[in-house]
């Protein structure tokens, strides 16, 4: 009880109240920019936190982290240019969604389901924290590569107009993928002596070509046949959903924020995969109306919740056991460590209040961005009122930056500008943009988790079959990618 | 056309000032690049950045962090080496630089292009076993891996980077033979130890620790030439003690460009030189447990440790095949 | 059709291509990696090359006609697209020669106009703000370091970031 007490005591001064608003917006903002990511907004507050109490350093960083996993979607939403890796798969109907004039319900939905997902795992944390990282390590090699195949799957529901299209679009993805020098014996694959492809090809700068410039080029061609008269009228308005509203999407809400929870825990899967994974599972139905990917607002809130729940989950294994749960994860451990903490198992005993601290900073965090963020991020709709030459000329150039702020190097840059003319033709002759991205992002995890799993049983790949957790994993891969083929044909069965 | 006019204006004006011979003279003049060859939030990442920071006292510019992870850090080489030898420009290294070139990755050759400004600290490694493995002491692992060549699993980071060396040379200088299967990231590799995918656990230190302090890692050898003082490792023995003469860490330093003025030079040597001996950075380097093992070294010592260190990668990564010929 | 199917057969070429580079790929000198570096983009390749042979035989029997006005430069929104594929082309290329401010604040003239933008007031003022802030926000508050440009122009972005 005492800690408790202890521990609201440390969260709720006004001191912290203030860091807490301080790092949700600074996360938020860096979040929003393309090519500045939550990794880098921490990094860059971290100078100040050496002079800070280690509670309130942290509680700093954690609130930077949720704002700037809930930042991303704000450009996702927008300019169909994901501001983080985390906002990738919120494109896929944020931005149609935005285009039918509803950007700003869009906003606030993203909004809504952040921080919901950011509570929903706050609160798996504090609860079972010990426990489930224990079984997050039973998350070995085999069973990335079961994860990634679930990723995969998405495809049979993004690309559902065309399969075999969609299948070759993500063989392209994963073929991008493998450039660079291969993750288990260090050859050089398909980089023809370039020192820019040897670190491989991002798919951030790819995305914002193949989805933001591509988008650009489209539009230019069709802006002037379109009445924009009505269709900047439209996009103004901006309402938020209504609680009723967004009660009866109740299990989109869950199902994002358990999937994105437990992807969070496993040590290294961050964000990026959780949304992609629930987006994926979400888009199973395919009555839905509206369809997926043409603005349906479901396929918001389960990516949305998912990678803020990543959040929340990728602190439990950070703290428990001293593994990051995610990339950014891994940024504020090392801050930790200069901070002079050791997170591990030790902590939690020693210094207890640590973790209701951070718990505190997450809910607290969550309400702020439920509170001002919906209303802030609607506001930033009012940018699609632009004159499309302009709009779409400030598009391409938030694209040239970010694209460069990734790495900082202008290779970047000639990436995106390719992808920007493949993803346009991709575009026309109906390949899927979406599975590219999704090929390249889990591409490597695939073929590296294979690998090593195969290295680690000298050769014989029979750990996938031996092992109860990669077992259940791989069938609900396989489930995945054959549901909407079966779930036809049991339809057709019927009728 | 009135900007165009002003601007080139104003641009004569610097011109005319940065090609005057003051260069040295009033050095620096505006803030100082310090390109960090790998990406945000690694280990060298944040010591670059605070040890830029100290630096900002001496040198009274500040030292703006400028992150160019790309391609195994060819690209931060390729980046410093772009950028003009007049001292705005300084370079963190550490040993992937060198073996990048026993490599032979990169067209532009580190040791012949750079000068040293020093050696500021050096990572000591560990390795483990995790605390259900059978294996008790370091002469378990080694009586296994004799008998069983390539069957014990050993971690790292990087395929042909500094882990692999690590695992590579000390098997050599141990004459045993394990393989070694890199990881993505800090966190994959960890959750492979603990949960038993990988029977040897490496890392540095600090990292170490964080494991061994929940008691999930179980420490077997130390690879220095004598014990750490540090009370929670004191009945680990060096790799040296264990007659196996491998003492490989990781270190941190700087350089510039060559050709940078000489009274440039000494100007930052003077501020680097300053940082490393103030309290802060003593406090820094307690906290990230770099002072154990010696690092420090003055520019001539670095420049000579430099062609060493370069045979041994050289020798091992031959045998490898991963040097590439042209 | 035509179109497609050329599209189809340039992409194809890419995926030879690639398989050709795969199976060149070193053999591993670990025993246990039973794939190799090769092994995987050999099954992806393959599994592409199958996918599009479908799809063209799909395509050759469907027949349906796709427009692309990037490529056909008589009509004006293909000579729009295209132009502004150039524009951004250029842009690209000045970036690392008159660094990141002059670069952006010429593309962002020109880009509107070449999609017929023609109102000079407020496009100055656009450009001016936007290329501002972009500058402020990513070179100064967030210390991106934004290319320079070289000699001349190098010494000149010093002044403001």
């Known amino acids: 009880m005492d800690i408790i007490i202890q521990s609201l005591a440390a969260v709720y001064n006004p001191m912290t109240l203030l860091l807490v608003s301080i790092g949700v917006l600074f996360g938020m903002v860096c979040g929003a920019l393309p090519g500045l990511s939550t990794s880098m907004a921490i990094?860059?507050?971290?100078?100040?936190?050496?002079?800070?109490?280690?509670?309130?350093?942290?509680?700093?960083?954690?609130?930077?982290?949720?704002?700037?996993?809930?930042?991303?979607?704000?450009?996702?939403?927008?300019?169909?240019?994901?501001?983080?890796?985390?906002?990738?798969?919120?494109?896929?109907?944020?931005?149609?969604m935005a285009q039918k004039?509803?950007?700003?319900?869009?906003?606030?939905?993203?909004?809504?389901?952040?921080?919901?997902?950011?509570?929903?795992?706050?609160?798996?944390?504090?609860?079972?924290?010990?426990?489930?990282?224990?079984?997050?390590?039973?998350?070995?090699?085999?069973?990335?590569?079961?994860?990634?195949?679930i990723?995969?799957?998405?495809?049979?529901?993004?690309?559902?107009?065309?399969?075999?299209?969609?299948?070759?679009?993500?063989?392209?993805?994963?073929?991008?993928?493998?450039?660079?020098?291969?993750?288990?014996?260090?050859?050089?694959?398909?980089?023809?002596?370039?020192?820019?492809?040897?670190?491989?090809?991002?798919?951030?700068?790819?995305?914002?070509?193949?989805?933001?410039?591509?988008?650009v080029y489209k539009n230019i061609e069709e802006y002037r046949h379109v009445d924009t008269s009505l269709r900047t009228e439209q996009k103004v308005k901006i309402k938020l959903l209504k609680f009723s509203e967004m009660a009866k999407m109740w299990s989109s809400f869950i199902r994002g924020s358990v999937i994105g929870t437990i992807i969070g825990i496993i040590p290294a899967a961050g964000g990026s995969i959780a949304s992609l994974i629930a987006y994926g599972s979400e888009a199973q139905d395919e009555n839905a109306n509206p369809k997926f990917g043409e603005g349906n607002p479901r396929g918001i809130i389960a990516p949305e919740c998912s990678h803020n729940a990543a959040v929340g989950g990728s602190m439990v294994p950070t703290l428990t056991l001293g593994i990051p749960g995610s990339p950014v994860a891994a940024v504020i451990m090392a801050a930790f460590l200069i901070i002079g903490i050791t997170p591990g198992p030790m902590l939690l005993r020693e210094q207890p209040i640590m973790l209701n601290a951070i718990f505190l900073a997450l809910i607290t965090a969550a309400l702020l961005l439920f509170v001002g963020g919906r209303f802030v991020t609607s506001q930033f709709?009012?940018?699609?009122?632009?004159?499309?030459?302009?709009?779409?000329?400030?598009?391409?150039?938030?694209?040239?930056?970010?694209?460069?702020?990734?790495k900082n190097s202008f290779y970047d840059v000639l990436i995106m500008f390719t992808f920007g003319l493949v993803g346009y033709f991709f575009d026309k002759f109906k390949y899927s943009n979406a599975a590219v991205i999704l090929g390249l992002i889990l591409g490597e995890i695939i073929e590296n988790s294979l690998r090593k799993q195969i290295i680690i049983g000298d050769g014989s790949g029979m750990g996938f079959f031996t092992r109860p957790v990669s077992v259940l994993v791989l069938t609900v891969a396989a489930l995945t990618f054959l549901w909407p083929m079966m779930s036809k044909k049991l339809k057709k069965g019927k009728a | 056309m009135?900007?165009?006019?002003?601007?080139?204006?104003?641009?004569?004006?610097?011109?005319?000032?940065?090609?005057?011979?003051?260069?040295?003279?009033?050095?620096?003049?505006?803030?100082?690049?310090?390109?960090?060859?790998?990406?945000?939030?690694?280990?060298?990442?944040?010591?670059?950045?605070?040890?830029?920071?100290?630096?900002?006292k001496y040198l009274g510019k500040p030292l703006v962090a400028v992150n160019k992870g790309g391609a195994g850090t060819i690209e931060g080489l390729l980046h410093a080496f772009g950028a003009p030898a007049d001292g705005y420009t300084v370079l963190e290294i550490t040993p992937s630089l060198l073996i990048v070139e026993a490599q032979n990755k990169s067209s532009v050759k580190f040791r012949k292009e750079f000068e040293p400004i020093m050696k500021v600290q050096s990572d000591v490694v560990l390795f483990g076993v995790s605390a259900k493995s059978n294996y008790k002491t370091l002469d378990d692992v080694i009586a296994?891996?004799?008998?069983?060549?390539?069957?014990?699993?050993?971690?790292?980071?990087?395929?042909?980077?500094?882990?692999?060396?690590?695992?590579?040379?000390?098997?050599?200088?141990?004459?045993?033979?394990?393989?070694?299967?890199?990881?993505?990231?800090?966190?994959?590799?960890?959750?492979?130890?603990?949960?038993?995918?990988?029977?040897?656990?490496?890392?540095?230190?600090?990292?170490?620790?964080?494991?061994?302090?929940?008691?999930?890692?179980?420490?077997?050898?130390?690879?220095?030439?004598?014990?750490?003082?540090?009370?929670?490792?004191?009945?680990?023995?060096?790799?040296?003690?264990?007659?196996?003469?491998?003492?490989?860490?990781?270190?941190?330093?700087?350089?510039?460009?060559?050709?940078?003025?000489?009274p440039v030079k000494k100007i930052l040597i003077e501020a680097f030189q300053k940082a490393y001996d103030d309290p802060a950075y003593k406090e820094m380097e307690k906290k990230e447990m770099t002072n154990l093992v010696p690092g420090y070294m003055k520019a001539d010592d670095f420049r000579k440790s430099w062609d060493a260190e370069f045979d041994g990668y050289y020798k091992v990564f031959s045998e490898l095949g991963l040097v590439k010929q042209k | 059709m035509a179109i497609e199917i050329a599209f189809n057969i340039l992409i194809g070429l890419g995926v030879l291509f690639y398989l050709a580079q795969a199976i060149q790929l070193p053999a591993t000198d670990n025993p246990?990696?039973?794939?190799?570096?090769?092994?995987?983009?050999?099954?992806?390749?393959?599994?592409?090359?199958?996918?599009?042979?479908?799809?063209?035989?799909?395509?050759?029997?469907?027949?349906?006609?796709?427009?692309?006005?990037?490529?056909?430069?008589?009509?004006?929104?293909?000579?729009?697209?295209?132009?502004?594929?150039?524009?951004?082309?250029?842009?690209?290329?000045?970036?690392?020669?008159?660094?990141?401010?002059?670069?952006?604040?010429?593309?962002?003239?020109?880009?509107?106009?070449?999609?017929?933008?023609?109102?000079?007031?407020?496009?100055?003022?656009?450009?001016?703000?936007?290329?501002?802030?972009?500058?402020?926000?990513?070179?100064?508050v967030f210390y991106v370091p934004l290319p320079r440009g070289v000699e001349f122009f190098r010494d000149l972005s010093y002044l403001i970031y």
């Open chain 1, 43 to 96: 990094i860059l507050l971290l100078p100040f936190t050496y002079s800070m109490d280690p509670v309130m350093a942290i509680v700093l960083m954690v609130s930077c982290y949720v704002g700037g996993s809930s930042g991303g979607s704000i450009s996702s939403i927008l300019l169909k240019t994901p501001g983080t890796p985390e906002a990738v798969a919120t494109t896929f109907d944020g931005y149609p």
């Open chain 1, 101 to 149: 004039g509803k950007a700003g319900e869009a906003l606030g939905l993203a909004v809504t389901s952040s921080s919901f997902g950011t509570i929903f795992s706050a609160i798996v944390m504090l609860v079972a924290s010990p426990m489930l990282a224990q079984a997050a390590l039973s998350f070995q090699s085999a069973e990335y590569f079961g994860l990634g195949l």
């Open chain 3, 32 to 140: 246990a990696d039973v794939l190799g570096a090769g092994g995987f983009p050999i099954v992806i390749g393959i599994i592409a090359l199958i996918g599009l042979a479908m799809i063209t035989i799909h395509t050759i029997k469907e027949k349906r006609k796709v427009d692309i006005p990037m490529l056909n430069l008589r009509s004006i929104d293909g000579r729009m697209v295209f132009i502004n594929v150039l524009v951004l082309a250029a842009y690209v290329g000045l970036l690392d020669v008159v660094g990141f401010v002059l670069a952006t604040f010429a593309y962002l003239v020109a880009a509107p106009l070449s999609m017929g933008y023609r109102k000079p007031v407020v496009l100055a003022v656009f450009s001016s703000i936007t290329t501002a802030v972009m500058t402020v926000v990513f070179g100064i």
């Open chain 1, 151 to 215: 990723g995969l799957s998405c495809i049979t529901s993004i690309g559902a107009k065309n399969q075999v299209k969609a299948v070759v679009s993500v063989m392209i993805g994963l073929m991008v993928g493998t450039i660079g020098i291969d993750s288990i014996n260090g050859v050089e694959r398909f980089a023809f002596e370039q020192p820019s492809l040897l670190n491989g090809i991002n798919y951030i700068s790819v995305m914002i070509g193949a989805f933001a410039v591509a988008e």
């Open chain 1, 381 to 406: 709709g009012h940018i699609l009122k632009l004159p499309y030459p302009l709009l779409g000329s400030l598009i391409v150039t938030l694209g040239v930056v970010g694209a460069y702020s990734l």
């Open chain 2, 144 to 262: 296994f891996a004799k008998a069983n060549p390539k069957k014990l699993k050993i971690g790292g980071l990087s395929p042909g980077g500094l882990d692999d060396y690590i695992a590579n040379g000390f098997a050599r200088a141990a004459g045993i033979q394990w393989t070694y299967v890199p990881y993505k990231s800090g966190s994959e590799l960890k959750a492979a130890v603990l949960g038993g995918e990988l029977d040897v656990y490496q890392d540095k230190l600090i990292s170490f620790m964080s494991l061994m302090s929940g008691g999930d890692v179980r420490p077997v050898v130390v690879l220095n030439d004598k014990r750490l003082d540090v009370p929670a490792l004191k009945d680990v023995p060096s790799s040296v003690e264990k007659k196996i003469n491998f003492t490989q860490g990781s270190w941190r330093g700087f350089v510039v460009k060559k050709g940078t003025p000489e």
């Open chain 2, 2 to 56: 009135k900007a165009r006019i002003i601007a080139a204006a104003m641009a004569a004006t610097i011109l005319a000032t940065l090609s005057g011979s003051a260069a040295a003279q009033n050095y620096p003049k505006r803030p100082v690049e310090m390109v960090i060859p790998f990406g945000v939030g690694g280990a060298s990442d944040i010591f670059a950045r605070q040890y830029s920071q100290i630096v900002e």
